[in-house]
């Protein structure tokens, strides 16, 4: 699985212009960097809320830190039965340390570990690098781009993805995430954006489980702030170490 982060350099065409064709290249640009800043480490704070049957399952309090490599690690700050958990992402390793058993196993990147959420679902996914544009259309009376995406990656965890785009408010309405065989795995919906350092980021989605269907993930998603981390900090063997609640 391939993620990435940054902030794009290139600017959009400007919101609500039809005038000529939709500059996709800076859509995925967009896309690719709703959750970071281009050429430097950061870090954001998501909480996520778990639903059933419209009743809140379960939340997690989540810290990210994102190298500039674009590695990761996820720590659960609640609820205070999983506070310590920590999940490492080092290219298509994933890892999750259990402090209680003081345990480090390996992850997909699909499996829940932040009550319904998945490692997926916290970080965002490599539009540019990693996929590919295999058909476009725009609706000229909504502005809505249309755009299915393939991936270069046999290892991805979406092989295709679905993008409706609002060219008009130039922002994300809803991707939807498929395996190679084209089953739907989930639907994200993109609710609230927020300013960070001139450039908008997402401060609120929600995420539907195709298998789970009276489910539903709510994210929010703040405090981006750019940061710099030491190379160590993103390797096993640090996941146990009580230093990282420091960094």
């Not at 379960?58 to 674009?70: A, F, P, R, Y």
């Not at 130039?170 to 089953?183: I, M, W």
Request: proline share 4%; aromatic share 10%.
């Amino acid at each position: 699985m391939t993620f990435i982060f940054g902030e794009a350099s290139a600017q959009p065409d400007a919101p609500g212009s039809k005038s000529q064709a939709p500059d996709i290249s800076r859509v995925l640009a967009n896309m690719e960097y709703l959750r970071g800043f281009r050429g430097t480490g950061f870090n954001f704070t998501a909480d996520v809320i778990s639903m059933e049957d419209g009743k809140t399952s379960e939340g997690n309090q989540l810290d990210v830190k994102i190298s500039i490599t674009g590695d990761a690690l996820i720590e659960v700050l609640g609820p205070k039965s999983d506070r310590g958990r920590r999940t490492l992402v080092s290219g298509h390793d994933f890892w999750l340390y259990l402090p209680a058993s003081s345990n480090i196993i390996r992850i997909s990147p699909l499996q829940r570990v932040f009550g319904f959420a998945s490692i997926a679902d916290v970080l965002n996914i490599s539009y540019l690098s990693g996929y590919t544009v295999e058909s476009s259309d725009v609706s000229t009376n909504s502005g809505l781009l249309h755009l299915t995406l393939k991936s270069k990656d046999e290892q991805a965890t979406y092989a295709r993805i679905d993008l409706n785009y609002d060219l008009t408010k130039d922002r994300p309405v809803e991707t939807r995430h498929y395996t190679a065989s084209g089953r739907l795995l989930k639907t994200i919906q993109y609710k609230e954006f927020r300013i960070y350092d001139g450039r908008p980021k997402i401060e609120k989605i929600a995420i539907f489980d195709a298998l789970r269907t009276t489910s539903v993930i709510w994210m929010k998603m703040s405090e981006y702030h750019k940061a710099s981390y030491p190379a160590s900090l993103f390797t096993k063997n640090m996941l146990a170490s009580s230093s990282l609640l420091t960094q």
